[in-house]
């Protein structure tokens, strides 16, 4: 059974940081793409950042030039590390793994950013 457990998130003010951490029950090249997804109240959920098993990395326009996905392949670990954090990036945030014919997501992490 795959589960993704995400830490991290928190209350920081705006132009701070935060790291989040997604570990995974299995090895992360079990999946083709892992990432991060964020939901704010009253809105759908949008795309952060993505990362593929080989490395190709996407990212939502609203975070480019400010988060950073990466990845720790023995830790089985993704980390989103968002520096110039805004007020409009108050959200939960969850991580998310995808392979063939499934998907799967984690609990989701509160991040709350305050101005």
């Known amino acids: 059974q795959v589960q993704l457990v995400e830490s991290g998130g928190g209350l920081v003010q705006a132009g701070g940081s935060l790291r989040l951490s997604c570990a995974a029950s299995l090895s992360i090249f079990s999946f083709n793409k892992m990432g991060w997804y964020r939901q704010a109240p009253g809105k759908q959920r949008e795309l952060v950042t993505t990362?593929?098993?080989?490395?190709?990395?996407d990212y939502g326009d609203p975070v480019k030039g400010r988060f950073t996905i990466s990845r720790d392949n023995a830790k089985n670990t993704v980390y989103l590390q968002m520096n110039s954090l805004k007020p409009e990036d108050t959200a939960v945030y969850y991580c998310?793994?995808?392979?063939?014919?499934?998907?799967?997501w984690g609990q989701g992490t509160q991040v709350t950013v305050s101005s």
């Open positions: 998310g793994a995808w392979r063939i014919g499934y998907g799967y």
């Open positions: 990362i593929t098993s080989g490395g190709s990395t």
